[in-house]
C-alpha cells in the first residue's frame, strides 16, 4: 500500500502554498507588539496546513488558482487557528501538536482575545474576496464551527449524545470548515456549480473522516505521536463514535451508570475498563468501519471530475487521513 | 440641569426600536436548545441597548430608517454581547448589570463559544446588508474591539499604560463601536459622506467619553448603582485615567513601586491607600475635565447638522452620559 507524507499534497501547488504563506503570515501581523509575539509563536509551530492545501488542489482541480485562492487559503487557516486557540481554552488543553498551547504560555485571557482577533482578521480578509457568494457560505461555518461546540458539550451533558447527534455534531464544528475549503477554492476561480457541489461533497465526507480518525486517536493512538494524552476526550466528558457504539448496544440503566461516572470525571482503573469495554464491544472496529464507509463517499464524490494529477492529490488525501497516526 | 433616562433618547425612534428588538430577538435563535437559553438569559438582562439607539438615531438624523438600519442596529448589538460575554471570562467577572453573568452560570467553556457564536451571527447579519463599505467599517471595528482589550493587558503589565496610550485603548475597545455605529446608522440610509463623517466623530468622542465616565465609576460609584464591586478594575489590573494621572506626576521609582504593587495583587488597605492618593492628587478632578473636554468636542461634531429633535437628542446623551451614576 501507498503511503503519503504531507508533501505528496502540496507538490501540485508549491507555488501556491508558498504564496499561502507570505499571506498568511502577514494576515497575523498588528501594530500591537503582544499580537505579534503570539503570532510569531503561532507561525512556529508545525501544522500540516490541511485546510489551505485543500483550498489551493481544488482552485486547481476547477480552474488556475490566483489571488483570490490565496486570501481564500489564507482566511480558513485563520478561521482554523483561531478556533484552535479557543478550544484549548475550553478543553483545558495545555499542549498542541507536542508544544505548549497559546493559553499555557499566555493565560486563558489573552488566549481568548487572541481567538477573537484571529476570527476579525479572518473576517477582514473574506471582505477582500468581493464575493457574497463566498462569504455567505463562509459565515454560515463559522456558525457551524461555534454551534458544533456548544452541542457537543450540550449533548455530553445531557446523556443525549447518540450516534445521530454524533455524526450533526462533527459535521458543524470539523466537517463543515473541510468542505467550505474545498467549496471556496472552487468558487476563488470561478467553478462550475457542480464541480463546487462535488467538492463540497468530498470535503465534507473527508472532513467527517478526519474527526472520526481523531476521535479513534484518543482510544488506539500513542501519546508521543499525536503530542497530547491519551483518553482525553472521554476524561473531558466527550463521548464519541467507539464508545457509543459500545454504549447503544447496553441496557439503558448500564449504559446511564457509564455516562454518569464520564460526567463526574474517571479514575485511571476506570478509563482502563471503559477502554476494555471498548475492545470486546468491538467500538474501535465498528468506528474503523464507518471511517472507511465515509472515505469511500469521499472518492465517490469526485466522480465528476476527470482523471488529472490534481484529482489523483485529493483521492490520496483520503487515504492519508485513513492511515496517519497523528 | 435636565436631567434624562433612557427613555428619552428611545422617543424619536420608538417604531424602530420595537422593529430591532424583534431582529436582535431573531437574530438570536438557533436550532441548538443550549443556544436558545443562554439567548434568553441575555435577551431578560436589563440592557440600555445603547449602540443600537445611536444606530436608529444616526440613520434617522440623515433620512429614514429602513430594513439596513434594523439590520446594523442588531449587528452591533450582537457583535457587543460577544464581547461583553467574553469581557467577564477576561475579567473573572461573575456579575453584569447586578446578575449573574453567562460564565456564572454556564461556567467560562460555554461562554467562549457562546461568545464565538454571536460573533458569527453578527458577521452573517452584516452580511445581509449587502454594502462593502459598512462591512469594511465594521470588520476593522471588530479588529479593533480585541486588539484593544489585547492592548490593554500587555500595557497593564509591562509598565506602559501612560495617557497616550490609555486614549488609544478607549479609542479601539469602546469608542470605534459607537463611532462605527453612528457611522453605519448613516450608511443604511445612504447619508452623504460629510454627514457620516461628522457622526463619526461625534461617536468617537461620546464612546471616549462613555469609557471615561465607566472608568471613573471604579473610583466614585456605588456598588448598588453599577451593579459590579468598586475597584475591580484597580484589582484587576487595570490602570485608567484616574489613577494615571496621579501617577505620572509621581517620581519614577514610586510610580515604579505603585504599579508592581497593583499588578502583584492589592490587598484592601492598599486599595483604601491608592483612593486617597487619587483624592489628594486630583485624579477624579482632571479625568473629570477630560470627560469635560471630551463632551464638548462631541458637541461641535454634530455641528454640520441643522437643529432638529434627532440632533437635540443626541446633544442630550452626551449630557446623558455625564450625569450618568451607572
Chains 1, 2 share one sequence.
Not at 473522516?209 to 508521543?224: S, V
Amino acid at each position: 500500500m501507498m503511503t503519503f507524507d504531507i508533501e505528496h499534497f502540496i507538490r501540485p501547488v508549491r507555488k501556491e502554498m508558498e504564496l499561502f504563506r507570505k499571506e498568511f503570515a502577514a494576515s497575523l501581523r498588528s501594530d500591537i507588539a503582544l499580537i505579534n509575539e503570539i503570532a510569531d509563536y503561532i507561525l512556529d509551530q508545525k501544522s500540516k496546513r490541511i485546510r489551505p492545501i485543500l483550498v489551493l488542489l481544488s482552485a486547481k482541480l476547477c480552474g488556475q488558482p490566483n489571488q483570490a485562492t490565496i486570501v481564500s487559503a489564507s482566511l480558513v487557516e485563520l478561521l482554523h487557528t483561531a478556533t484552535l486557540i479557543h478550544d484549548d481554552i475550553i478543553d483545558d488543553s495545555f499542549t498542541r501538536r507536542g508544544v505548549p498551547s497559546v493559553n499555557a504560555v499566555w493565560k486563558n485571557k489573552v488566549s481568548v482575545l487572541m481567538g477573537d482577533y484571529l476570527f476579525s482578521r479572518s473576517l477582514t480578509n473574506m471582505l477582500r474576496l468581493r464575493n457574497y457568494k463566498a462569504l455567505d457560505l463562509l459565515s454560515k461555518i463559522s456558525e457551524s464551527l461555534s454551534s458544533g461546540e456548544i452541542f457537543q458539550l450540550a449533548k455530553s451533558s445531557d446523556n443525549g449524545m447518540d450516534e445521530e447527534n454524533y455524526f450533526r455534531m462533527i459535521w458543524l464544528k470539523t466537517a463543515s470548515l473541510f468542505a467550505g475549503s474545498c467549496k471556496v477554492g472552487a468558487f476563488s476561480v470561478s467553478g462550475k456549480s457542480e464541480e463546487a457541489e462535488a467538492l463540497w461533497e468530498y470535503g465534507k465526507n473527508l472532513g467527517m473522516a478526519f474527526q472520526i480518525k481523531d476521535d479513534l486517536f484518543d482510544y488506539i493512538a500513542k501519546e508521543e505521536d499525536i503530542g497530547k494524552p491519551i483518553g482525553r476526550d472521554l476524561k473531558a466528558n466527550l463521548i464519541t463514535l467507539p464508545l457509543l457504539h459500545v454504549l447503544e448496544k447496553m441496557d439503558a440503566s448500564e449504559s446511564r451508570s457509564i455516562r454518569e461516572g464520564i460526567r463526574n470525571g474517571l479514575e485511571p482503573d476506570e478509563v482502563q475498563k471503559i477502554n476494555e469495554l471498548i475492545a470486546t464491544g468491538g467500538g474501535v472496529r465498528y468506528t474503523e468501519e464507518k471511517l472507511k464507509e465515509i472515505s469511500e463517499k469521499a472518492v465517490q464524490s469526485l466522480a465528476v471530475f476527470p482523471d488529472s494529477e490534481v484529482k489523483q492529490c485529493l483521492l490520496d488525501f483520503i487515504v492519508f487521513n485513513q492511515q496517519r497516526i497523528s
